[in-house]
Structure formats: structure tokens, C-alpha cells
């Protein structure tokens, strides 16, 4: 061999060499991975084999399983790791150094060769154990497509992981000077900035008080990550483009480091002094950061300015804990941990500044709405408790849902609503009193192609008739029924499918030809939500629901996928419907079959507290004669607040006052008696063994409530 | 030739305070086809140096040249240089047969045929693993590995100390064979001036970064001479001594140890004027002539090169 630049002779040569000094690398690799695709594979058909449910289906199942990502990504995590340390341990040896450095060859050509050695040495042994283990699994199991496709697909997926998680451990071992710094250095920075999304996540939501915890900003950043193992786990698209960016930047950076670097700094934990200071003060910021959050969960919603000043107190503390902690570890000295301790003052101020600066809103967050110029198209979630489904038959948020279907060009209304929201937010977190409104997701997608997400508060003395247009508005149902946006749901899930009408715990179902009844049963439905408004909602609660449900066989795994149908009261169509279609529960009351009928009262007066996000009315939060809070459940143990009739007499005058509903409505009244109080009616066990006590739950008609009811329950 | 130009290196080991001038300005030549002695207690400068100059640290300011090629991440430079570190390093579980191949692949001039000559006459096993060495055969195979790499310099840091004198001896023959023969330049760096004196033709002495003093051996011999002598009468000494350029002079009873700036015709010639019971002209050891030149510029040299 002679000059040493860059021929194929060279560094066929100086692989050869590397090869030799880390052969026991890629032997290891591949002893281990043929120990999981042969030995595992041919464990899982011998007992698959030698069971009762030993057919191709399992066969299948357990090739899927092997061929999965599981096992395999997470060896690599950690071989990619140890390539990439061991490659350039030398690095961080004096004796080694001067025994490398000294040589005749090109430092970039070096550093260049053991990077791919690195990567070539586990991801060959990888590929051919795979395909060995697919060609053994084809012979003794039971391979096809669909395994075929899983395997290759895992495969390029784990390579992807094993070149992000490989550069950035090279990134790391560029850094410092040391390898356990190094392995600690690789753990912070592949964990960082899920750690900075998660706390800052957490502490907004706890100091924010409109912040709504989702991000919808486009196709591109929604679920993405600088961690390869979160991008490799989330899977998408835009995951992978991540990974790759990672992969092409790290190793951009690791070879700057590389080159700029000093081989004297042997032994320092990091290699470049002003680095030092930035990782000192970036990793004692996260940590302090990490305690202020976990403060703020332990004292929950109880967010007061006493409780504020203590967690400033804590930060301040943590702030000296952190740095000094950070100092003796990046200098290999205890001694020395209070060295440079005017960082320490750094590291709290970005403390401080981010606590207070939320809790004081000084960014203006709890403030800003968008302008009504910029926003292409508004959406808005109030929880109705639907199940939704994405195109793949994965289950949705309703928020993401909404995203998708919900598109309100009403922009002077939305508008309107939303400022009438954020005031009465904003009034509530500066009076500390709970919740008094309804709860609800803004979404603004905003014309540069970005979204906003805001939790407001709509006050419930809202203009009905504002109301009425938002949720009267197609544009709102489309958002938040699914069937108006089913994609060819009963093609896409042929198999069982079933038409179901669920009513005080009660179902009746309809199996034979439910398809078509189903698509019959939409165009009815949709006659009856032409009056579906806000005015209804207040007035109607939810008697039942109606579900069409249906499998895919062949899909990997065989659940149910529904779309589902709240039925009122006032939806005289569908209730016809239900009842030419043997669907119908009936809906009365039998007095005679009652043993007692239990009212409790659920409203309460706001108390002073912490401001918080309840859940509307039905989460039942009570103040009792004491002033504690209590729940609606614990109050119905304690018997406050609530009183059980008994007197067929008060049965009759309660039964024919009230009606059956499986659902209050999530834009109840909160001042109505439907709001008010609520009923249960026993009618002793539903079953012969008296497992099942069979209680229904009702609510009062408007106005109807019996005085004498009023009178046995107080406040 | 090896060219320092006023070469500086720091060492940056912490806080502000922890600033560490290893090279502070050093400009010195090391010609081609002699003997040069890096000399310098621990922390003077030598380790650093010899660091640079094989391309292992990056200056911070001036710098290295090979044969006018500067020394850092460059190949031209590097194949002139073989350098063996203080504590040399082999591969794991290697033996001296794995090195050989491994240098081989990358010196292009490596005698394989001669090491495994060299290898046999120092008595060391082609095939024994090297983990099971004495630090004197790793330091052996070190040297000989340097040797039949071929290249023009050969740095040594710190080799020599630990080699026992037969051994001494024999690499001192093969530095004479390849120097003759090839036009080899070896370097030494060493704290241990006497091991030094008898191979080096050029003495390169630095302290706290900075050279002190870089001659060849011999013209700072030849400009110093050492005598032993009694005068016949005392009276004289003044007399005597005040004609010649005085170094050094102890007086034990009447016995005196005089060092003279000089020639030695001069001072003989000088002496042979006066009446001496006792006169002898001694030979002059390397450390001598440096306390000498040292102690007229101030430094305590024997702090520095105690051996």
C-alpha cells in the first residue's frame, strides 16, 4: 500500500485492517440475530405444531411476530451504540491516539472508514441472518406476502433506526473525551427533546390555562421527534424523512467535531470548552425544569401565587443542585463542583423565566387568538364520547377527527365565539374559581398552511342564537358524526356486521342484511339532524344509541369498527325507524316494576379554588354543608345531597316526571333540572343470580321536578 | 530537515486559571542524518514537541516541517515520521508477526525481511503474543519496528530510558548502520542526559517550554575545558586565573576544580607558564558543560537535568 488517499485499494486495505481489529463485532451480530430468526422462529413452530390450534392462520401469526419490530430494532439500538464507541475509543486513549495519529494516513480518510466500518459490520450480519431466518421460516412455518412485506419493511425501518442512533452516538464520542461521557452524552441526546416536548407539554398545561396540548401544524411536524426510536416507533412518513435528516446531520457534525477537535483533550469529559458550558448548563436547565414539572403535578390544579412562590423556591435550589452536580461530573471532581458557579445563575433565570413567564402569561399564550384575516377555516370539539376510526381503521381523537372532517368557514361567528370564550377563561383563572362554562378544543387553521389549538371555555350564558349557527352548521355535523364521512365503511368491514340499538342496558340487534338498513337508516337520520342545534342539545338528552358496526377479516387483527348514532327524543324519523326495524327499546317507565327511585342533586355554586379544566356538570363536583369537595359518587355513598324514595306514591309523581336517557348532552343546560339532579331508578336485578342490579338512569323533564322532591334535597 | 518555527501549544485543563503553556515560542532545526537529544525535565515541552512534529497535535501557532511540509494530518510529512511514544501501543492479542504486517501495509518502505532478521538477533518470538512482554521487549520491538519502517526520522519519546546498557548498545549500532547507510535521523527525547551523551551529535535543551540551549555536542565541548590542579604557590591564583575566562572554580583544600572557557591548546598553553605541583586536563561530561553554559544565564540546570 502507498499514499495513503483515497483508492480502492487503499481502503479495501484499511477495512481490511479495521475488520480484523473489531471482527468479534459482526460475528456477535450475527450469532445473535440467527439465534432469534432460526432458534425463535423454530421454537414458535414447534409448539405451534404441537398445539390444537396448530394451522396456517398461527403459522402466520407467529412469521408476522418474528419479522416484526420488536426485538430486532432494539438490538441494534444498542449494537449502534457500541459500533459507534468502539470505533472511536481510540479517541479517548493517549496510547492509542499517539499510536493512530502518527501514522501516515489521512485523518478524515480514518474517520471516514471506521464510520462505515461501523455500520457495515452489524447491518450485513443483520440482512443475511433475516433472510436466512425467512428462507427457515418459508421451509418449517408458514411465510406469504404479507410476511414478505413485513420483513422487508422491518428490515429497512431497523437499518434507519441503526444509522440514526449510529450517528448521533457518533455525534456524541466526537463531543466528549470520555466514554462513559459519551454513553451519557448519547442517552441525553437521543432522549432530549422528547423530554424538553414532554415537560414543556405538562407545564403548559398546568400554567396555561387555554393550552390545548395538540399539534396539528400540517402533515409534516404532527408526531415527529429528534429521537430515532420515537420517529421509529411513530412510523410515518415524515418520521423517516426525520431520521434520515438526522442521520445526514449528526454525522455532518460529528466530522466537524472531529475536525476541529484536539487529541491532547484526552480524558475531559467534554473536548470543547465553550460545549462544556453549553451541555453543563442545557442538561441542569432539563433537569430543573423536569423537577418544577413534577411539582406542579403533585400540587395538581391547586395553582396559586403561594404555591407558585415555592416553586420558584424549588427551582432556585434545584438550579444550584443541577449545576453543581453537572460541574464535579464534566470536570471528574467533586472538589471542583462549585467551580464556575456563576452559570448557576443562567440555569435559573431560563428556569424562573419559563415558570413565571407562564404563569404570568407574559408571552401573551392565554391571550392570543388569531386574527380572523389569517385563518383559512376554524373546527371546534366539545367531547361527545363518539369512537372514530382513520382510514386505516386506527381509532382517532375526536380533536384529530375534527381536524380532519370539521372545516367552519364561518369566521365572524367562530370569531365571536371564541373571544366571548377566552374572556370568561381568562376571568376564571384570574378569579380561581372552577370551571363554569363548557370545555371545548378551538382549532384554527391558519392560511400560511399552520394550526392553533386553544381550550376555551365557553361561558354557558352564551348568545344561543352564535351558538345555534356554529352547531346548527353542516360544517360542525360533518366534524363530528362519522357516518357523514363513513369512506365506504360498510365495503371496507364486510364481515359481521350488525345493526344495534343500545337502551337502558338493554340491546336489540339486527344482523341480516344491516348493510342495507344501515344506509337506509343515514338518509333517515339525516332528515332528524336538520334540527340538530344547540338549542336542542340543551333541551334533549340522549334516550340511545345506535350503532352499525362491522369486521374486516382480513385485516391482522380482527376488531370491530363502529360508527355510531345518538338517538333523541325529538328525532321522530329515526325513532319510526327503530320501530319498523324491531330495533326499538321501549322507553317507558313501569312504575309497578320499581323497588326505589334514588335523586341526588349535582349542581353547586363555584367555590374559590384553583382555576381548572373540569368536564362540565355530569363529572359531578359537590361542595357539601362542610365546604369540601366531594364527588358525585362518594356523595351518593354518604347519602348528602340525595334521597331515596321508597312510596309508590313518590314513585308514580317521579316516574311520570321524568324520562329515560343514556346521555345528558355535552351542551347541557347546566341550570336545568335535566342538569340539576339526577335519577336512578331501581328495579331490582336483572338476572336470576342477582349479580346485576338493574338501575336506570333518568333525568327530569323541564320544570317537571316535584316539590316535594325539591324540598327532601338540599344544596 | 525538521524545521520549528517559533511553534507554540497550549493546554487548556479547565478553568481560567488552568491555562498551561507547554510551548512557549520554540524555533530549533534538527539536521539531517545526526543524532538529536531532546533533553528536558517532566512538563518541559519535550513529549509535546516530539507530538507536533510527528503530527499528532495540532499548533497553535507557528509550526513543523518536514522536509518543508508542515507536520499535521499530512500524509507527505508523516511518511518521513515514525514516531514511538513513551508507552507504545500494540493491538490486542497481536504478536510482533501482526505488527509487522500492520506497519507493512502502511510504510510503504517496511522491511519485512529485515525485521524478522532483527527480531531473531534481539532474541524475540515472531509469534508470541506481545501482552506477555516485558516493557524493555515492547520498548525493543518499538525500536525495531522504527527501524525497518524505513523512514528518514525516527522519533523516540523517552525510548532509551528503561533499556538496559547491552541493549543500549545495540541500538545505538543500528541507529549507525541506518544513519550511514540510508541517511537516518533519529530523535531522542530523554530526561536522562548521561544516557544520551555518548549517541547524541546534537542537544536540544528545553525548560518550561522554551529552549535553553541547542548546539552540537561537541562544539560545546570544545569551547569548555575542565582542569584539576594545585598551585605551588597560592599566591598565584589570582595571577593565574585572571588570564583565562574563568567558568567555574572549587576549591577543595588546595586541590582545584577549575572549568575555563577555551580551547584546549589555550589552556594548556596558559598553564604551562606557571609553577603547578598538581595539573591534569579531565575529560568533560555533557552535564558538566551544560551546568556550565546554564548557570551563566541564571537557570540551577542541575534541577533540570538530574539523572
Known sequence: MTSRKLSPDNVLNFQKNLLRER?????????????????????????????????????????????????????????????????YIYLYNRQKVDFYEAQPIKRGFRWWNIYFCGIYIVIIPYIISTLMGYAFMTVIGKTDMDVFVMMVTTLLRSTLLYFAVYAVTTFSAMLCGNIIIAVLGTIVLITWYDNLVLITDGIASNLYVTYAGYSFDGSLLKGISLNPVTNFAVNKVQNNIINILIVIAATALAFLLYRIRKNEMIGTAIVFRKGKLIVKIAVAVLWTLN???????????????????????????????????????????????????????????ISLIVFLGMYLDLFGYDRYLPSVSSVESYAIVRNAYFNYYDEDGSYMDQEDYANEHMFIRDKESMDELAKAAVANTLALKKSRKRVNGYETTFIYRLKNGSTRCRKLIIPYDVDETLMNKVVGSEEYKDGLFAYRNDNGFAEKYPDDQELTYSFRNKDKTVQHDAARLYEQFKKVYDRDMKQYDYTMLRNEARLGMLTFSGKNKEERVYYEHEIEFPVYGCCENTIAFLKDNDLWIDDSIEPYMVNSVKVYKT???????????????????????????????????HGEGEKKFDNMDDILKICEASYICTNKGEWLDPYSDKAKYGIYIDEGYSDQNERYENQISCVFKEGKVPQFVKDSIKD | ?????????????????????????????????????????????????????????????????????????????????????????????????????????????????????????????????????????????????GVCAGTKYLMMDETFDGLDPVMRQAVKSLFANDMEERGLTPIIASHNLRELEDICENIG???????????????????????????????????????????????????????????????????????????????????????????????????????
Open chain 2, 1 to 145: 530537515m525538521i524545521e520549528v518555527k517559533d511553534l507554540h501549544k497550549t493546554f487548556d485543563t479547565g478553568g481560567k486559571e488552568d491555562i498551561v503553556h507547554a510551548i512557549n515560542g520554540i524555533s530549533l532545526n534538527i539536521d539531517e542524518s545526526q543524532v538529536f537529544g531532546l533533553i528536558g525535565t517532566n512538563g518541559s515541552g519535550k513529549s509535546t514537541l516530539m507530538r507536533i512534529a510527528a503530527g499528532i497535535y495540532r499548533p497553535d501557532r507557528g509550526n513543523v516541517y518536514i522536509d518543508g511540509n508542515p507536520a499535521y494530518d499530512n500524509i507527505e510529512a508523516k511518511k518521513k515520521i515514525f514516531f514511538i511514544a513513551d508507552e507504545p501501543f500494540f493491538h490486542s492479542n497481536s504478536t510482533p508477526k501482526h505488527m509487522r504486517n500492520y506497519y507493512a501495509d502502511i510504510y510503504e518502505n517496511f522491511d519485512v525481511k529485515r525485521f524478522d532478521k532483527l527480531l531473531d538477533d534481539f532474541n524475540l518470538s515472531l509469534n508470541r503474543r506481545i501482552s506477555t512482554f516485558s516493557k524493555g521487549m515492547k520498548k525493543q520491538l518499538s525500536v525495531i519496528l
Open chain 1, 603 to 637: 349542581y353547586s355554586e363555584p367555590t374559590e379554588n384553583v382555576y381548572g379544566v373540569g368536564v362540565g356538570k355530569e363529572d359531578g363536583v359537590f361542595v357539601n354543608g362542610n365546604g369540601d369537595e366531594e364527588y358525585t359518587d362518594e356523595l351518593m355513598e
Open chain 1, 291 to 349: 423537577v418544577g414539572w413534577f411539582y406542579l403535578m403533585a400540587v395538581e390544579k391547586n395553582i396559586t401565587p403561594a404555591t407558585m412562590l415555592f416553586i420558584s423556591a424549588v427551582l432556585i435550589v434545584n438550579s444550584v443542585i443541577a449545576s453543581v452536580i453537572m460541574e464535579a461530573i464534566l470536570s471528574f471532581n467533586v472538589k471542583s463542583c462549585f467551580k464556575n458557579f456563576t452559570n448557576t445563575f443562567v440555569v435559573m433565570a
Open chain 2, 205 to 307: 535543551l528545553l525548560h518550561r517550554g522554551g529552549v535553553l540551549l541547542s548546539q552540537n555536542l561537541e562544539n560545546i565541548k570544545f569551547g569548555i575545558q575542565k582542569i584539576q590542579c594545585v598551585f605551588a604557590n597560592e599566591e598565584d591564583e589570582e595571577r593565574i586565573l585572571g588570564g583565562i575566562n574563568v567558568m567555574l572554580n572549587e576549591k577543595r583544600g588546595k586541590l582545584h576544580t577549575i572549568t575555563v572557557r577555551g580551547n584546549r591548546e589555550e589552556v594548556m598553553a596558559h598553564f604551562a607558564g606557571f609553577e603547578m605541583t598538581f595539573f591534569e586536563m579531565l575529560p568533560l561530561t555533557l552535564e558538566e558543560a551544560f551546568i556550565s553554559e546554564t548557570e551563566v544565564v541564571g537557570y540551577d540546570i542541575k534541577k533540570i537535568i538530574a539523572g
Open chain 1, 23 to 87: 471482527l468479534w463485532q459482526p460475528i456477535l451480530a450475527f450469532v445473535l440475530f440467527c439465534i432469534y430468526y432460526i432458534g425463535g422462529g423454530s421454537t414458535a413452530v414447534f409448539f405451534i405444531r404441537t398445539t390444537s390450534w396448530s394451522d396456517d392462520k398461527s403459522l402466520k401469526e407467529a412469521a408476522m411476530m418474528l419479522f416484526g419490530p420488536f426485538l430486532p430494532p432494539t438490538a441494534l439500538f444498542v449494537m449502534a451504540v457500541v459500533a459507534a464507541l468502539s470505533g
